[in-house]
């Protein structure tokens, strides 16, 4: 019980354990991936979470402004703000009980109810009604949940175990870069820090551009292999085979001393089979 993990699932100690990994192990691992297509589904993911990453953050942003435009015709801004809040709980029950039609479409109907709000919101007549400005902000925000939980079930059955961790880490940033992004936009388009300083036509071209990310979204999810994120079985390392090891890589959540199998390797190949030998 006190040997290492390593020796318990291989019977040998890998020769990289207690050392730093080296940058031609990591730059073996990354041509694994190129040949493998792993590169590709990584930019195209990226994009798919940068474009949500955009709309969610500057969107969520943007509301307080738009809420403090409208005048508090029959609720203070803030209770405004309160009520919509409620929206992505909202959102989350009834996706709920849509998830018999599959991730990607309930990804793509959330993206299309977004762009519609987005579209209406583009009216500066509708943002000035207190009433149909706090109804389609709800829309949008009832989209918040379905569209990140759907998004994050895909990138994480997109990767073969052996760059799981590492392509579901690169996705990430790429969506937290957008949305600071976004949200910075908000500030920097303004004349000044107040809600009413927005320019009619800059705030219209801002939400279109919302609208634009939601609409890349709703493209680049269709595009995604269709069989990711759909409830396939995940393992945290590679299946071990008796009596076979492959070399260490030591990068990423791979066991350094299994064979991968074929549900490891996912729709992408077997990125470590050229690297396997003989015990």
Request: contains cysteine; hydrophobic residues 50%.
């Amino acid at each position: 019980q006190n040997q290492p993990f390593n020796e318990q699932v291989g019977g040998r100690r890998s020769p990289t354990t207690g050392r730093r990994r080296t940058i031609v192990e990591v730059a073996t691992v990354l041509k694994s991936a190129w040949t493998s297509w792993v590169l590709l589904i990584l930019i195209l993911l990226s994009f798919l979470d940068g474009s949500l990453g955009f709309m969610t953050s500057g969107s969520a942003y943007l509301w307080k402004d738009l809420f403090v435009m409208s005048g508090g015709q029959f609720l203070l801004p803030a209770w405004l703000q309160v009520i919509a809040s409620l929206a992505p709980i909202i959102g989350l029950i009834i996706s709920v009980q849509l998830l018999w039609i599959g991730i990607h479409r309930l990804a793509f109907c959330s993206a299309v109810v977004a762009g519609v709000a987005f579209a209406a919101l583009s009216f500066q007549s509708v943002r000035l009604a207190a009433g149909m400005l706090l109804f389609f902000i709800m829309a949008v925000e009832s989209t918040y949940g379905p569209l990140t939980t759907c998004t994050s079930l895909i990138t994480a059955e997109s990767f073969p175990t052996e760059l799981r961790a590492s392509g579901f880490a690169i996705v990430s940033v790429t969506a937290k870069v957008s949305g600071i992004l976004a949200s910075t936009l908000v500030e920097f388009l303004k004349a000044d820090e107040t809600a009413d300083s927005w320019d009619v036509n800059v705030l219209t071209n801002y939400i279109l551009s919302l609208l634009a990310a939601t609409v890349l979204f709703a493209i680049l999810v269709l595009m995604t292999p269709a069989q990711n994120g759909e409830g396939k079985q995940l393992r945290d390392f590679v299946r071990p085979v008796l009596g076979k090891r492959t070399q260490s890589f030591g990068y990423g959540a791979t066991n350094s001393w299994a064979e991968p199998t074929d549900s490891d390797s996912d729709s992408f190949g077997d990125v470590t089979a050229s690297h396997s030998m003989p015990a």
